[in-house]
C-alpha cells in the first residue's frame, strides 16, 4: 500500500484526487494540507511514503515545502502536480527535489501510474514540459570541460545513463548484474558528487553538462 499525502490549496482538486487515487486498490490517501507550512506540520504524524503537492500555494509555496521536505525527510518522494508550466516553476520544482513534474490535466491513469512508477525510483516528467528541459540543457551544454568534471567512473556512468534514460534501481541492477543493494551505493554516491538529491535532477545535470547524450535518452 502506498501511502499518499496531498498538498493543494484548491480544495475541489483535493476531492477529485481523492476519487481519483481512492479508486486504486494500492493507494492510500493519508492526509491532505492546503499549502506547504501545514503540509511540514503534518508530515512528522502521517509519514507517507509520497507527497503530491501543487507549487503556487499561500504562506508557503510547493517549492519552498520540496526543499524542507528533501532536508527533513530524504527518502519521502514528492511528485509536483500543478497547472504552471512555466520554465521557471519547472527548474525551480526540479532542483529543490521534487522527482516528476505533471500537469492537473494528467489523464487519472497516468498519475496514478506516476505515483507507482516513482516509488520504484522511476522519474515522470509531462511531455510538455520535456522540452523545455532539454532546450535548457542545449543552451547550458556549451561549458568549459573542467566545469563537466565529476570524476565519474565508467561505471558511475553506465548507471547515470541509465537513470536518465528512466530505469529504477531494479532494473538497472538487471542490466548491469549487480545487486541492488549495489546500485543503491552507486546511485548515492552519485547523487553526491553530482550534488542533488533526486533521479530528476540527476538526469538533468547529466544531459546538461554532456555526461548523458540527447542520442541516449
Known amino acids: 500500500m502506498i501511502k499518499v499525502m496531498l498538498c493543494d490549496d484548491q480544495f475541489v482538486v483535493i476531492e477529485g484526487l481523492r476519487k481519483i487515487l481512492g479508486s486504486d486498490p494500492d493507494i492510500q490517501i493519508v492526509g491532505y494540507a492546503s499549502d506547504g507550512a501545514e503540509l511540514m506540520e503534518l508530515l512528522p504524524e502521517l509519514n507517507p511514503d509520497l507527497v503530491l503537492i501543487d507549487l503556487k500555494m499561500p504562506v508557503m509555496n510547493g517549492i519552498i515545502a520540496t526543499r524542507n521536505i528533501r532536508k527533513d525527510f530524504p527518502d519521502m518522494h514528492i511528485v509536483a502536480l500543478t497547472t504552471?508550466?512555466?520554465d521557471?516553476?519547472?527548474f525551480d520544482a526540479l532542483r529543490a527535489g521534487a522527482e516528476g513534474y505533471l500537469l492537473?490535466?494528467?489523464p487519472p491513469t497516468e498519475l496514478i501510474n506516476a505515483i507507482k512508477g516513482t516509488m520504484e525510483g522511476k522519474s515522470y516528467i509531462d511531455p510538455?514540459?520535456?522540452g523545455k528541459i532539454i532546450d535548457q540543457a542545449k543552451i547550458s551544454a556549451n561549458l568549459p570541460e573542467s566545469e563537466r568534471d565529476y570524476d565519474l567512473t565508467d561505471r558511475e556512468k553506465d548507471i547515470l545513463r541509465l537513470i536518465a534514460q528512466g530505469f529504477s534501481n531494479t532494473d538497472i541492477a538487471d542490466r548491469l548484474y549487480l545487486s541492488e543493494g549495489t546500485i543503491r551505493n552507486y546511485t548515492k554516491s552519485l547523487f553526491q558528487k553530482l550534488g542533488v538529491s533526486a533521479r530528476t535532477q540527476a538526469?538533468?545535470?547529466a544531459i546538461k553538462h554532456g555526461i548523458v547524450k540527447f542520442n541516449e535518452i
Do not use: C, H, I, L
Request: proline share 0%; hydrophobic share 40%; net charge negative.
Open 88 to 90: 521557471e516553476w519547472v
Open 84 to 86: 504552471y508550466d512555466d
Open 128 to 130: 510538455k514540459v520535456t
Open 203 to 205: 538526469a538533468v545535470v
Open 104 to 106: 492537473k490535466d494528467t
